[in-house]
C-alpha cells in the first residue's frame, strides 16, 4: 500500500493534495477554469507507482429569470411594456442566444451577461385581437444550471371611441320652417360602439337613434331644426 503522494505539475488553483491520504480536494478558484494535466505518484517502500490525471476546472453559469410579467388588460393592438430581468449566478458568462415569446409578446436581447450581473429586457405586449393571451418565455443560452422560463400573460380588449362633428349652427329660419344638416358620430377604436340613443334640445330632432357603429366606422345622422316659435333655439345634443 502507499505510503506517500504526491503530484508532477501544477494542480488547478484552489486545490491541494494531501500526502498520506492521497487525496485531492478543496474549492477550485475561478482563475484556475481550464484543464490541468498532472502525474499522482504514490510511493512506498518497495517503489513508486504513478498514474495520470486530467482535472477540469469549468465555471457555471446559472441563470434566473425574474419580472411581473402578468399585464393584465390591454387595448387591442396597444402597446404595454414590463420589463424581464435575467440574472447570472455563476462564475462564468453567460451567452444568451435568444429569446422566445408566446403570440402576442416580444422583446429582443442577445449577449453575454457576466458573473453576478443582470440584463434587464423589455418585453412588450401587443394584443392583435380581444381575449387572453400567455404562455412562457424561454430564454436560450449556455447555462449549465437555473431556470430558463417564466410565464406572461395578459388580456385584449377592443377599445370604443366616439367622436362627433358636424355643422350644426343653423343661423335664422322662419317659425316652422324646417332645415337639415348632418351630425357625423364615429367610432376610432378597436371594436363595435353601441349608441343607445341621442337626446335633442327643443327645436332639433334627428333620424336615427340607436344601433351599432364598427370600429373605423361613421355614421351620418340628419339633425332637423324647426323653430316652433321666434326667439333662439340651442343646446347641447
Known sequence: NPTSFSINGTLPAGLTLNSTSGLISGT????????????????NSGGNGTASLAITISHTRTIGLSGNLSFGNATVNSTSNRT???????????????INYPQGFSGNFSGTIAPGATQNVTVAFRPSGAGGFGGNIAVNSDSTSGTSTIAAS??????????????????????????????????????????????????????????????????????????????PFNGTI
Open 154 to 231: 395578459g388580456t385584449g380588449i377592443h377599445s370604443r371611441i366616439m367622436g362627433l362633428s358636424g355643422n350644426l349652427s343653423f343661423g335664422t329660419l322662419t317659425v316652422n320652417q324646417p332645415a337639415n344638416r348632418t351630425l357625423s358620430i364615429s367610432n376610432t377604436g378597436t371594436g363595435p360602439l353601441s349608441i343607445t340613443g341621442i337626446n335633442y334640445p327643443t327645436g332639433f330632432s334627428g333620424n336615427w337613434s340607436a344601433g351599432t357603429i364598427n370600429a373605423t366606422a361613421t355614421r351620418n345622422v340628419t339633425v332637423l331644426f324647426r323653430p316652433t316659435s321666434e326667439g
Open 84 to 98: 424581464l430581468s435575467i440574472a447570472n449566478t455563476g462564475t462564468g458568462n453567460l451567452t444568451i442566444t435568444g
Open 28 to 43: 477550485p478558484l475561478a482563475a484556475g477554469a481550464g484543464t490541468a494535466n498532472v502525474t499522482l505518484v504514490a510511493g
